[in-house]
């Protein structure tokens, strides 16, 4: 039995099941994300104090560039693999994954740094919400890496037998990834810059 | 092609680890019946010690354990454990997944003439982290300190310092992770997977209700899934999200950071259980109205009122959630804003059951045990709703607000509106999921049982109310003078539940024996028009033969000229 609309999408609603699928997965993902910012204001709105000058903003400077850049190699992956370049979507999609590895490195550094002074999420509210919230977000990273890592393994033997399904998936790690940038930008500005 | 055609897959793939839509359906709705009978039994205990407090609790006191009941006789703390887990199993464990898991699972992609949801591995995947979140929900009573003691709603500080949270939290997460997906799936599977000539405004109610209820799953969970993180966090890493500053329990002051906001939880909470509440009810009016259509031979009268009504009351129930809260001293501005929204979120719900009602007039009614049921959910319902009109309010609000009045409120929508809905829908639909009919003798017992048992637990509890009973009291409020003239109340309402719970064994004997003894059926025995009648009875893997095509409107009865009193979707016009 095949469900339809898997590959093909439907005429008269113009999506394919999965693309649907992760716009409702990432407007869920707003309302995670949305709680959790509002969370944070309204926190923060009630602290007497905001030590944020102890947040290393050189690092996250470096990981916004580095997250910045993966989302671009992720659109020539996608780009590629729709163009049928095989070899160039790999280079790109594994270009990706290192870039996001590399993020997920300055970020333990960072943390590592925090608890070597002696800085835990138990200590003030303002840590509290600086390692709950990149927390969140450093778990989306690693949900995204783990996806594209089975794109680039045992997932890539969809290409040769369904190309096009190949690149729907493709597209859809590519949405989801562009989020999880937009998300890092938010993250970036409210947490280490005002 | 009665019997499933599964090719060469195993009993596991077949029966269990299924990816079929009715499989996963009937899994759903099975596990949940079990729950709401686990969550029932858990108030037939609780209704005891209101009756009788600080009494030995006969045959089973000593089951308990004495961590729990000493000598028989139920601990305070006992009592909370019981209380939380009751409403927390009967929303998300019980009702939750036997109306949306169960009902929209089996019948929603059979009604659009689809062959499976949209994603069947992933409609599996969400019932086994459902079944996780719920058995270690179930565990937490196992372990040392017991389950969660601090109601369904976790209220900090009190849910962060008691033991028996981190279990509930956990579970929570999963659950919701479970709803993510089905609802994600609900969605995708009602737009792109409607069969041809199936148009939006030719689909049945009730897969306009599941559809609408997808998209509170989707939306209003996510804030309470990150509220579940924090408070977990609070309790595993000592973080103080929740904890404001300066709290002494027992007379030490807590070794915590402080500067936390416990309203925030409240809010985070309701966002999400405000909406959770129309989950409830939704996929219980998409139910009544099958069931209704069917049993009236005629239209449902105002069928385009029903669909922007549902729509419309999706949308507002996110934007109430604060009316939960007006004790928290929100101040006049925000009080006026959710108090506007309240009254207006009320009037799609008067035209959804006005509709119904309506729907009544001129028809020549089947009594039929389904029927019988839907017809009941439509006062039981309307009662509920009115007395919730006084709570919106918060003039009227303040002295209700944690009194048996609210008890007595969301218990009419719950359990003789949204459960005798589930109960229809079981009667109507079980021939379609086995072939069989249920006992309609039986199922008369059940429903008047039901409905006589279920107005004494529930009525007087709005006379309690009203004279100041606080709920969530151990001994039922035997400490307070005010108290003293209600307490009599106790006694019946302990009586009628127990009676209710008798009441339950037809049903069950019903469940059971009709599998086996039941009058076999044809593919339509309602004589319905909606397309999950043109499968199968029971229908195989892939429901129908060939792809339905779907002509007309889903509720054609008593056509004028029409041969007979039913004139289906998916019967080509006679040309
Ligand atoms: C249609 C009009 C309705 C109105 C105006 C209304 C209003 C309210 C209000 C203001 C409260 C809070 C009372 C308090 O705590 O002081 C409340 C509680 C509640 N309502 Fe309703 N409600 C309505 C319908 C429903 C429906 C359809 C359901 C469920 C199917 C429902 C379920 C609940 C539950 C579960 C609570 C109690 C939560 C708790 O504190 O444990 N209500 N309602
Ligand atoms: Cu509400």
Known sequence: MEIPYTVEARPDTGWTNGKLAMWLFLASEVMLFGALFSSYVILRAGATDWPRESLNVGAASVNTLLLLASSLMISKARAAATGGDWPSHRRWLWTTVVLGFVFLGIKSFEYSEHLAHGEYPSNSTFLAVYFTLTGFHALHIVGGLLVMLYLLGPGARLYTRNPRHFVNRVECTALYWHFVDVIWLCLFTLLYLV | ?????????????????????????????????????????????????????????????????????????????????????????????GVVPLAVGGFGNFVMPLQIGASDMAFPKMNMASYWVYLCGGLIMVASFFVTGGAAQSGWTSYPPLAVIAPGQTLWLIGMVLLITSSLLGSINTIVTVVQLRAPGLTWMRLPFFVWAQFVTAFLLLLAFPPLEAAGALQLMDRLAGTSFFMPSGLVVT????????????????????????????????????????????????????????????????????????????????????????????????????????????????????????????????????????????????????????????????????????????????????????????????????????????????????????????????????????????????????????????????????????????TP?????????TLEWLAPSPPGHGNFQTIPTAYRGPYEYSVPGAATDFTPQFEPDAQ
């Open chain 2, 1 to 93: 092609m009665t019997a499933p055609v599964h090719g060469s897959a195993s009993f596991w793939r077949t029966y269990v680890f299924s990816q079929d839509h009715k499989v996963v359906g009937i899994q759903y709705a099975v596990t949940g019946l079990l729950f709401l009978l686990l969550g029932f039994t858990l108030m037939m205990i609780m209704r005891w010690q209101l009756a009788y407090p600080l009494r030995p609790i006969p045959i089973i006191g000593g089951w308990l354990g004495s961590a729990n009941a000493p000598g028989g006789i139920m601990l305070p703390e006992f009592y909370n454990q019981l209380g939380a887990m009751h409403g927390t199993i009967m929303v998300f464990l």
């Open chain 2, 251 to 518: 007379g030490q002051p807590l070794p915590i950071s402080g500067g936390g906001n416990p309203l925030l939880w409240q809010h985070l909470f309701w966002f999400l259980a405000h909406p959770e509440v129309y989950v409830l009810i939704l996929p219980a009016m998409g139910i009544v109205a099958e069931v209704i259509a069917n049993n009236t031979r005629k239209p449902l009268w105002g069928y385009r009122a029903l669909v922007y009504a549902v729509g419309f009351l999706g949308f507002m129930s996110m934007t109430v959630w604060a009316h939960h809260m007006y004790m928290t001293g929100m101040g006049t501005t925000m009080s006026t804003f959710f108090q506007i929204t309240t009254m207006v979120i009320s009037i799609p719900s008067v035209v959804i059951l006005t509709v119904l009602m309506l729907s009544l007039w001129g028809g020549s009614i089947r009594f039929t045990t389904p029927m019988l049921f839907a017809l009941a959910f439509l006062p039981m319902f309307g009662l509920g709703g009115l007395t919730g009109l006084p709570l919106g309010l918060a003039p009227t609000d303040i002295p209700l607000h944690d009194t048996y009045y609210v008890i007595g409120h969301f218990h009419y929508v719950v359990a003789p509106g949204t459960i005798f809905a589930l109960f229809a829908g079981i009667y109507y639909w079980f021939p379609k999921a086995t072939g069989r009919m249920m006992h309609e003798g039986l199922g008369r017992i059940h429903f008047w049982g039901s409905l006589i048992c279920m107005n004494i637990v529930f009525m007087p509890m709005f006379i309690q109310g009203l004279g100041g009973m606080n709920r969530r009291l151990y001994d039922g409020g035997l400490q307070y003078a005010h108290n003293a003239p209600l307490l009599k109340w106790h006694v019946v309402i302990a009586m009628a539940a127990w009676t209710l719970g008798l009441f339950q064994l037809p049903f069950i004997a019903n469940f059971f024996g009709s599998l086996k003894w039941g």
């Open chain 2, 521 to 529: 059926v044809d593919r339509n025995p309602w004589h319905a028009t």
